[in-house]
């Protein structure tokens, strides 16, 4: 089934130590997302890439850095881990570049927690 | 400031009957708005989205209304079914706004069997 894989599921991580969480889509999109989902606070924008290559900040980028070396792959970094950090995090791809011009179409999430 | 609110946190719905979800906006420039499905641990889903230049828009069993001039949102669900149940929310965009995408915080439908 086509869409968007994201791994772990669900990680319970010292603070201080580095994570990556890893994201795959299959849909050849050429955008993807980054976002957390925080009780109250709704989707917030962490980092995004409009395509292969190229990488931008959102809203809620300090802690966290992305990359992007191939059109499938877009996994995020959270080098030195802190409890503000604990979240579920989003993995999402659009069609075109901006997400205001195409649905979003998400992974299933990291539920992360920072101790 | 910009904002995306919805007006009932937790909605209850007997099945079989028709359900409306509200979503307020404050950005006037707003000119594309979608509609997300998020069921217990899974990802936000897309059910529908409509543009500005566009008062309604209609899908399966869903149809999303679009009021300019009071700038409300609305998601109806014709005969609502048990997995209909889960969290709704709704997000808006503008032209001006870069990557820039406002999401509500949901609410929460509950089909009562």
């Known amino acids: 089934i086509a869409g968007i894989t994201q791994a772990p599921t669900s990680q319970i991580l010292a603070a201080g130590r580095r994570m990556t969480l890893r994201c795959t889509q299959d849909?050849?999109?050429?955008?993807m997302y980054w976002y957390r989902q925080d009780l109250g606070l709704g989707l917030r924008l962490i980092h995004y890439s409009n395509t292969a290559g190229t990488t931008g900040k959102g809203e809620v980028p300090d802690g966290y850095s992305v990359s992007r070396a191939n059109t499938d792959d877009f996994p995020l970094t959270l080098a030195s881990a802190v409890p503000s950090q604990t979240s579920v995090y989003f993995c999402?791809?659009?069609?075109?570049?901006?997400?205001?011009?195409?649905?979003?179409?998400f992974g299933n999430g990291t539920r992360l927690t920072v101790t | 400031g910009e904002s995306v609110g919805l007006h009932l946190p937790t909605l209850s719905v007997q099945e079989g009957d028709n359900s409306i979800i509200n979503c307020a906006y404050s950005?006037?420039?707003?000119?594309?708005f979608i509609w997300y499905k998020q069921e217990s641990g899974k990802g936000p889903q897309f059910i529908i989205d409509i543009r500005s230049n566009m008062d309604k828009r209609q899908g399966q069993r869903v149809t999303v209304l679009l009021n300019k001039t009071v700038k409300h949102l609305s998601l109806q669900i014709a005969a609502t079914q048990p997995g209909d149940s889960a969290v709704y929310f709704c997000?808006?965009?503008?032209?001006?706004?870069?990557?820039?995408?406002?999401f509500g915080t949901g609410t929460k439908l509950q089909v009562i069997p």
């Open positions: 999402a791809s659009s069609a075109r570049g901006r997400p205001g011009n195409s649905p979003l179409h």
């Open positions: 950005n006037s420039a707003s000119d594309y």
């Open positions: 849909m050849r999109h050429n955008a």
């Open positions: 997000a808006e965009s503008y032209a001006g706004g870069y990557q820039k995408v406002t």
